[in-house]
């Protein structure tokens, strides 16, 4: 330890340690040598002797320096050491302690052993500082100071902060009265500088003569605060920090002396910042400039990096990209990428500049090539997410669809879990939208709506997002439509669509429909003009009316006609189209006024007339007044006065509901007039069949109605025998009506069974077959209609038109007097009666068996009933 007015503490660090063990053994052999010597000559005694002893004091004496006598030996040995100790303190005396052990700091400081000389200087002689001898101070803060910044050039992320406290320490050594040899004034301006005080680091500089360090110092001072401004930017890309950046460049450039690499390290950063702020003309006119300028500062032996070259070749490239000038900047790209490290970011950036320009240029292989190999290189993360999005543009473009949906899941799950930077999120929704758009005017719409649902997770409220919605709805709607009228096509109307089929259209109708009601609700599209509003609510309802969302269509449609000016013609079809709506939902009334409601926004319109006469025909069901309305309706129609010719689609509907009203109606031969015209203005319609169904039916009627009159008293021979003529020649029109309904559905039902689909008129066509024989049979056409009634029995012998046509035919071979062959049929209706299933009586017959079974008792052949009795009481 140290004490006032003695030397300072021994020559190394550790010999304070050794002054208590020196004291501790010095005590020990002063304590050992005065006992031996105080026995060996005893003084005289001044109290009594033991009464041992006191006989005989020699002995005593002797005695005791037996006893003592081992520790003889090592009483020299300490005294030895005490000896060698005082000597070799004399010989190795330290003129000053303090110095050597602040030289020992330093020298820990110069071999890098940094928490040794901590230890000296913090715990051996700071405590004791205020002890020091005058001067020591300045020396001791000196090495604190290089000690701060020994530990500064250690660290991996130095701070703004620790500079400034290495300056702050050379600067308390320098006021305590140190002075500083070159190297730590060269620490001190660079402390200075990288703390944010590059102007006293100048000053300094200047002012020691150094001029050379102190240019250096302006250009690293430009230099430092270039990149800040750089860095500021990647943070905050403002117009203030962009004009505080450029303002930093043209500073830094404007300082006399700066070397070639550093004027093509500042153009880099300058055309960076150009290219993201949209201007790459700027960009690639400054490239163009520093590039001469670079090989004129080579030419003069100024070196710059292949590295650096190559940025200044890349951003010139990418410059040229940005612009669309592809040849150009394929040319820079491929000269760039000779001198780079294709596994360096550098590298990673112009594979990708140059997989976009090849791309741009339609050489998609060789772009998906590049992009490939460089995916699979360590690149950093926002380089990596840009290489995998434009390989995956490219696999979509090569028709690998599978492979670019696993890049734009795999970009989509780090865009979830916040990986993705909102520059390549941009960049991604902006290249799904754009593949996208691409395949909707491909009219490949399930690739359209796969992108676009893609662009869609990631849930971008921007004009990009809302782009994203518009693509989305667009191409559902079409893909819709399309898959709806390429169903219709193949089976002839959508009313023959099977239950499947259609679900899976109003799926895509739906989905349609819900994209345009979110595109509706986006800033872009409230910026638009109303009328392309109106076209998006009018696309929203058609797409939920197809998918039988009916309120919702509904919503669209009033919202659309809300955009449109009053006398706007558009607001008449969605009117009508509101109408139609309400109509299938089985509210004609109130489809009835929305029709009204359209008439009177356009009195003229042809496109009301039919639609109201469709309403008043539902309503005229219960109401014959309403009934009569449409008829008349229907005749406006029919006379042109309704603005259609006889060539339109709402004529033939027209002439179609026409006849059937009239033959409600009990207006037959009417009926019979519009069905006919009917069939020659539209043989080959797909109800074709039906309509000459309904023909015979009329015609039938007519027929029998011409029948019911020939047998009244009061005719007239004349008028009995023109009667009768009429409804024979009626009777024939109905057979040959049926005969035509027959060939038509027989035709139908051959189509769709051989594409593997269902018919569904069976009843109409056995119908069809019952009533051609009847015509026949009404006639007194017996034989024939015997043969057609056969003909019944073998086509259905499974269905109760069976049992009728046999009871047909036991009346028609009445008629004719052949009684075999009345009672054979009548065996073969009662065997028939027994064979049918109860379901089939049930379904296809007004009796049961066992009314059947009663009649045909009561009924048998004219000729024949003891026969038919005999066998009946054979029967068990």
């Excluded at 500049?353 to 460089?374: E, P, T």
Aim: hydrophobic fraction near 40%; include cysteine.
């Amino acid at each position: 330890m140290i004490r006032t007015g003695l030397r300072p503490f021994g020559i190394l660090f550790s010999s304070a340690a050794c002054i208590p063990r020196a004291k501790e053994w010095r005590g020990m052999c002063e304590s050992t040598l005065g006992r031996i010597l105080r026995t060996a000559m005893p003084e005289t005694a001044t109290t009594p002797p033991s009464p041992a002893s006191a006989g005989n004091p020699a002995r005593a004496s002797m005695l005791q320096l037996l006893r003592d006598a081992w520790q003889v030996p090592l009483l020299v040995l300490s005294v030895g050491a005490i000896g060698a100790a005082v000597w070799y303190s004399k010989a190795n005396k330290v003129p000053n302690q303090w110095d050597e052990t602040l030289a020992q700091a330093v020298e820990q400081i110069d071999k890098r052993e940094l928490p040794i000389a901590r230890r000296i200087l913090d715990e051996t002689i700071a405590p004791h500082l205020a002890e020091a001898p005058e001067g020591f101070v300045a020396k001791f803060e000196l090495a604190r100071a290089d000690l701060a910044s020994a530990e500064l050039s250690q660290s991996s992320s130095p701070t703004k902060e620790a500079f400034a406290e290495v300056a702050a320490r050379y600067e308390e050594a320098t006021a305590k009265g140190a002075t500083l040899d070159h190297l730590q004034e060269s620490k001190l301006r660079s402390a200075l500088v990288n703390s944010g005080r590059e102007a006293e680091a100048i000053a300094a500089a200047e002012k020691s003569g150094d001029v050379e360090q102190a240019r250096a110092l302006v250009i690293r001072r430009g230099r430092s605060r270039l990149q800040e401004a750089y860095d500021a930017l990647q943070e905050d890309a403002d117009l203030p920090s962009v004009n505080e950046f450029f303002r930093a460049y043209e500073a830094f450039r404007g300082e006399r002396r700066i070397s070639a690499e550093d004027r093509a390290w500042a153009a880099a950063l300058a055309s960076r910042t150009s290219i993201a702020g949209g201007h790459p003309d700027e960009s690639s006119t400054r490239l163009q400039r520093e590039m001469r300028l670079a090989e004129l500062a080579m030419a003069n032996g100024e070196t710059i990096s292949p590295m650096q070259l190559a940025e200044l070749g890349y951003l010139l490239g990418e410059g040229f990209r940005l612009q669309k000038e592809f040849i150009e900047a394929e040319r820079e790209l491929e000269h760039a990428r000779k001198t780079v490290d294709d596994s360096s970011r550098l590298g990673g950036e112009i594979d990708l500049a140059l997989g976009r320009v090849k791309l741009a240029l339609g050489r998609v292989a060789d772009a998906h090539a590049i992009l490939d190999r460089a995916v699979l290189k360590e690149h950093p993360a926002d380089i990596a997410a840009n290489l995998r999005l434009a390989r995956g543009q490219a696999r979509t473009m090569l028709g690998m669809d599978a492979e670019a949906r696993i890049d734009f899941e795999a970009l989509l799950a780090s865009q979830e879990l916040g990986k993705l930077s909102a520059t390549t999120t941009s960049d991604l929704l902006r290249v799904l939208n754009e593949l996208a758009r691409t395949a909707l005017g491909d009219e490949d719409f399930s690739g359209a709506i796969e992108l676009a649902q893609l662009a869609k997770e990631l849930d971008d409220r921007g004009p990009r997002g809302a782009e994203t919605l518009i693509t989305l709805a667009e191409s559902a709607y079409r893909s819709a439509r399309k898959m709806r009228d390429d169903e219709i096509e193949r089976i002839g109307s959508s009313e023959e669509m099977e239950r499947g089929m259609r679900a899976d259209i109003n799926i895509v109708f739906k989905l349609a429909a819900e994209n345009y009601t979110a595109y509706l609700l986006t800033e872009a599209a409230k910026a638009l003009p109303a009328l392309d509003r109106s076209e998006l609510h009018f696309s929203a309802a058609d797409s939920f009316d197809c998918a039988s969302e009916y309120p919702l269509a509904l919503e669209h449609f009033e919202a659309s006609i809300a955009e449109l000016p009053e006398r706007d013609s558009k607001r008449t079809e969605r009117v009508l189209r509101i109408g139609d709506i309400l109509f299938e939902e089985g509210q004609a009334a109130e489809a009835l006024v929305a029709y009204q409601r359209a008439s009177e926004a356009s009195p003229n319109d042809p496109r009301v007339a039919m639609p109201r006469c469709r309403a008043l025909a539902v309503l005229g069901e219960k109401d014959p007044g309403q009934r009569a309305r449409a008829l008349v309706e229907l005749e406006r129609v029919l006379g042109g006065e309704a603005g259609h010719g006889a060539e339109s689609a709402q004529y033939r509907e027209a002439l179609d509901l026409s006849a059937r009203l009239a033959f409600e109606s009990g207006d037959f031969v009417r009926s019979a007039m519009r069905l006919t015209e009917l069939l020659e203005r539209d043989p080959d319609h797909a109800d074709s069949g039906g309509r000459q169904f309904r023909l015979g039916e009329s015609l039938q009627a007519i027929s029998r109605a011409a029948g019911d009159e020939a047998r009244k008293d009061d005719l007239t021979s004349t008028r009995r025998a023109e009667v009768v003529r009429i409804g024979n020649e009626r009777g024939a029109d109905a057979q040959r009506a049926y005969q035509r309904a027959i060939d038509a559905l027989e035709g139908h039902r051959r189509a769709l069974e051989s594409n593997g689909r269902k018919f569904k008129d069976n009843d109409k066509l056995r119908n069809a077959y019952v009533q051609r024989a009847q015509c026949a049979f009404d006639r007194g056409q017996f034989k024939e209609a015997i043969d057609l009634l056969e003909t019944i029995d073998r086509k259905f012998p499974d269905h109760a038109a069976s049992l009728l046509a046999l009871v047909q035919i036991v009346n028609a071979a009445d008629a004719l007097g052949e009684t075999k062959r009345a009672e054979t049929a009548h065996l073969r209706a009662l065997r028939r009666i027994e064979s049918l299933p109860e379901s089939v009586l049930a379904e296809g017959s007004v009796f049961s068996r066992d009314e059947w079974k009663t009649w045909l008792r009561n009924h048998p052949p004219v000729h024949g009933a003891a026969a038919v009795a005999a066998t009946e009481e054979e029967r068990p």
